[in-house]
């Protein structure tokens, strides 16, 4: 295990920053529940459709070591398609970032038996609807289409995953598409570069060290050869778990042998990486724009994996803490809240997690009392037991979540491919065990391991006329600085 100091942002997180750009609109809604019935808490009935939904999965290992779940759905005429390849980021060498991000978009731009813009056309003259996206730990591609044109789709796709063709010309064009996109959700906003930089400064060095999108000098370097050989390492059979949901014909696991049976596996065995050992501790920081539009305050704390013992209470002390409709936060924020707005998207990585808040304060308030604040929330759950009727709740919430992708073929078949190794034979209900597993014991102890005393605080500032303005507010009664707010918002 590699020791390390804490703090630093990817991808997912920069949505986060990216949303001070919508200012002074400023409402904003952290979650869309449907309101829940809690009374009585019978997780066991409601559980039902998830164990009825897996034993109708048929599962295939196939001899290369690519993994195949399909499930048929009635009255459907569409199926999902989802493949995902355990490469992201973190598979990235010195002089190669973003990579996995470059390949993801060169494989959109033609292959050996579908040369140029085929698939794209193809795909729109079936009315098909495909997208592809890049983390830490994956990459995935998934589509739906008529399941009529199954056969087809599953040729192309074996045909982009095992047979891409990388020229100069379509290289050169997608480092421009790259290019573009790091300028609009980085360059181009405010706070985002320079809390980048920042944070991942914090964990140089490690596989998690680096934005999956790359950096300008390594994404303009890439060359047809470059990623060539970054195809031949990483996209592999016994990398991909293949997922099909929805309209399934007879012919379907022929056809998936045919394109994908004689795809061997390279000799050499994939890279295993080691969970992160942290050294968590307080942290406070800050960074100065002089395009940010109002002051704001990240706040951050690492814990564990998606392979971790912790990882189920981690998720429900999130979703309690920050947000779920009936979180804490939230709670706090029914009468006259201390913020604007507050945003949280947990970062989970196979071997590290970032729990993650971004609070905009009203003008009334300080970025000292929103930390203090977001603390007291995290120290309500150490320092004291939630209820038994509190933790049903929670994991309610996160059934209704579950249940709900049976209703969405095509974020099943993406979830299906995601499976981690221990959920091989169980995707479904294996998860929501270890959910259920959970006790109110357990989210005291991770508030106190991993919470506690450990927060990682990035104060985001505007230029300094603002800040002078925003403190001037802040000394000012309670009533004319929120007289004074209204007025402008």
Sequence with gaps: MKKINIGYLDRAALKMLTMLCSLPILAFSINAYSRLAFEPCDLNALVKPLYDAEQQIQYRLLDNGLQVRTLALENTQAVSIASQFDVGSRNEVKGQTGYAHLFEHMLFKGSQHAPGDSYTQTMSAISGQFNASTFFDFTNYYLTIPSQALELSLWLE???????????????????????????????????????????????????????????????????????????????????????????????????????????????????????????????????????????????????????????????????????????????????????????????????????????????????????????????????????????????????????????????????????????????????????????????????QYFIGKTVRLDLLPPWYIRATKSILEFLPKGMSDSLEESVM
């Design 158 to 448: 074996a045909d982009r995953f095992r047979y891409p063709v990388l020229n100069q010309t379509t290289v050169k064009n997608q480092q421009g598409a790259v290019l573009e996109e790091m300028a609009t959700s980085i360059d181009n906003q405010p706070y985002v570069r320079k809390a980048m930089e920042f944070l991942l400064a914090q964990v140089e060095g490690t596989p998690y060290g680096h934005a999956v999108i790359g950096s300008v000098a390594d994404v303009k370097a890439a060359t047809p050869e470059s990623l060539t050989a970054f195809h031949q390492h990483y996209y592999r059979p016994d990398a991909m778990q293949l997922s099909l949901v929805g309209d399934i014909p007879e012919q379907t696991q022929t056809w998936i042998d045919n394109q994908f049976g004689d795809w061997q596996a390279p000799e050499f065995e994939q890279p295993k990486l080691s969970d992160l050992l942290v050294e968590a501790k307080s942290l406070h920081s800050e960074i100065i724009d002089e395009r940010g539009p109002w002051p704001a305050v990240l706040l951050a704390w690492h814990t564990a994996g998606s392979g971790s013992a912790d990882a189920a209470a981690l998720t429900l002390l999130e979703a309690y803490l920050f947000q779920n409709k009936s979180s804490l936060l939230k709670a706090t924020s029914l009468n006259d809240p201390d913020q604007l707005l507050s945003y949280s998207i947990p970062l989970t990585m196979t071997h590290h997690g970032v729990t993650n808040l971004l609070l905009v304060p009203r003008a009334r308030t300080s970025l000292d009392t929103l930390t203090k604040n977001a603390e007291s929330l995290v120290a309500q759950v150490g320092n004291n037991q939630i209820t038994e009727h509190q933790l049903c709740q929670l994991k309610q919430i996160w059934l209704n979540q579950a249940l709900a992708r049976l209703d969405s073929p095509s974020l099943l078949s993406r979830y299906l491919s995601a499976s981690q190794p221990r959920d091989k034979m169980q995707p479904l209900t294996g998860p929501w065990q270890r959910i259920n597993a959970v006790t109110a014991a357990d989210l005291q102890r991770i508030s106190q």
